[in-house]
C-alpha cells in the first residue's frame, strides 16, 4: 500500500512537472519597423523614439530598443525605413497587456499613427 501510495504521488508530482515544463514558453519578443510620413524627418524620429522609450514602463516588459536605421551597402540589409524597435517581454501575456496598456494606446493614437505610413511587426518566442 505504501509503495502504491508513494508511486502515485511520484507520478502526480512528475507529470505535474513535465506540464509545466511544456506549457511554459520563452519570452517573446516583438520587432517593429517603422515607415515616416516624411521619410528621414528627425523630429518625427525622434517623437517616435522617445514614446517607444516609456514602454519601459509597461509591466511584463522586460527590454526596449529603439533607434534610426544603420545605413548599409550590403544587399542582404534591409535599410529603407526609419526606426526600428524591439520590445521583449517576459512572456506571451505580458505581450497581450502591453497592446491594451494606456501608455502603449497613447503612444499609438498620438505618435504612431500621425507619424507613420507604414509598420510592418515581426513577433516571436525565445527558445
Request: aromatic share 6%.
Amino acid at each position: 500500500m505504501k509503495t502504491s501510495l508513494f508511486t502515485l504521488i511520484s507520478i502526480s508530482i512528475l507529470s505535474a512537472c513535465t506540464q509545466s515544463e511544456s506549457s511554459s514558453a520563452g519570452t517573446i519578443t516583438h520587432v517593429v519597423i517603422c515607415y515616416l510620413k516624411q521619410p528621414a524627418d528627425p523630429a518625427a524620429r525622434q517623437k517616435l523614439i522617445d514614446a517607444s522609450k516609456d514602454f519601459r514602463a509597461i509591466p511584463g516588459v522586460l527590454d526596449v530598443q529603439v533607434g534610426k536605421v544603420l545605413p548599409s551597402t550590403r544587399p542582404i540589409v534591409v535599410n529603407d525605413y526609419d526606426v526600428g524597435l524591439v520590445i521583449t517581454y517576459k512572456d506571451a501575456d505580458a505581450m497581450k497587456n502591453y497592446v491594451t496598456h494606456p501608455i502603449h494606446e497613447k503612444a499609438v493614437r498620438e505618435v504612431l499613427q500621425p507619424l507613420t505610413s507604414r509598420v510592418i511587426v515581426y513577433d516571436f518566442i525565445n527558445e
